[in-house]
């Protein structure tokens, strides 16, 4: 059984072990998102390590991987790690706030009005409550937990969410919110099987099958800026079964920085030398 070590955005320097189900083993590795169950949500966090030992006896399953490629490698997360210590701030947030803000995926409560009527019996509904079912009923489409909070400018009601939705007197799920940046993706080119043989091909077709023979699959965007605008040319190459095309997902960056594991820096000081100094 394959486990991750994983950092989650709070205030704490603890990480946590999630098990990898067999339909993840060959996506799971450093550097990836995974979308992981903690406490009462579902939540993104950062793999930092693979292991097959465990010191725990139980553990929960990892529910998605979210990237297609690692976002930082191990050199990068080393550099991390100093940081996480050298400024005493624990590496899930480090990690929030390094990373691109808006990808992340989580969970939040989703409180609607209930869809059957029903008296609230012998359930006590203390002011709090009351408030409670009032701000949902003025939505009857539902509203998140955390704009009820807001409203309230209360934050501990989960106990009483959970004893309104057990007296049917609201409904309650755990929607998850999709990330504020869409992920990009990019169409990769590359030759099949059937380019070893060539027929007859134009200038541009030869062009094209040349760039991908040096360079391997391509993405079209790079293609574009060598050989001109290739979008026909591609479909007809397709057409003739000589090119496949696919959509990958790429990380989105402001510029055009090194790959991940290649950071710059090498030579870290220790924290407490700078406050020597």
């Known amino acids: 059984m ?4 994983i950092a989650i955005n709070i205030p704490s320097d603890n990480t946590f072990l999630y098990a990898v189900p067999d339909h993840f083993r060959n996506t ?3 550097g990836k998102r995974a979308l992981v169950p903690f406490g009462r949500r579902r ?5 930092l390590e693979l292991t ?3 010191d725990i006896e139980e553990t929960k399953d990892i529910i998605d991987i979210l990237d297609h490629d690692p976002l930082f490698g191990t050199e990068d997360l080393r550099f991390y790690r100093w940081m996480s210590e050298y400024y005493m701030h624990p590496l899930g947030k480090c990690l929030k706030t390094i990373l691109p803000s808006g990808i992340d995926t989580e969970s939040n409560m989703w409180l609607s009005p209930a869809k059957v009527s029903n008296d609230a019996g012998e359930i006590r509904l203390t002011p709090v409550r009351k408030k409670i079912i009032q701000i949902i009923g003025r939505h009857p489409l539902g509203l998140s937990l955390k704009k009820v909070q807001k409203e309230l400018d209360k934050n501990n009601i989960y106990d009483d969410i959970k004893i309104l939705q057990r007296a049917q007197l609201i409904d ?11 992920k990009k993706q990019c ?5 099949t099987s059937e380019a070893s043989s060539l027929p007859t091909l134009t200038e541009k077709q030869n062009a094209i099958v040349d760039t991908l023979r040096r360079r391997g699959p391509t993405p079209a965007v790079v293609l574009n800026k060598t050989c001109g605008n ?7 190459l397709e057409k003739k079964g000589l090119v496949e095309t696919a959509l990958r997902e790429v990380f989105r960056s402001p510029d055009n920085g090194p790959p991940p594991g290649t950071s ?3 030579n870290y000081p220790d924290r407490r030398a700078a406050r020597r100094t």
């Open 52 to 54: 097959n030992v465990v």
């Open 230 to 236: 290739v979008s026909s040319t591609i479909r007809t």
């Open 264 to 266: 710059h820096r090498r």
């Open 172 to 182: 309650a799920e755990d929607r998850i919110k999709k990330p504020d940046i869409k």
């Open 28 to 30: 799971a590795c450093v």
């Open 43 to 47: 939540t993104t966090g950062y793999i």
């Open 2 to 5: 394959m486990f991750a070590r």
């Open 187 to 191: 169409k990769i080119v590359s030759l």
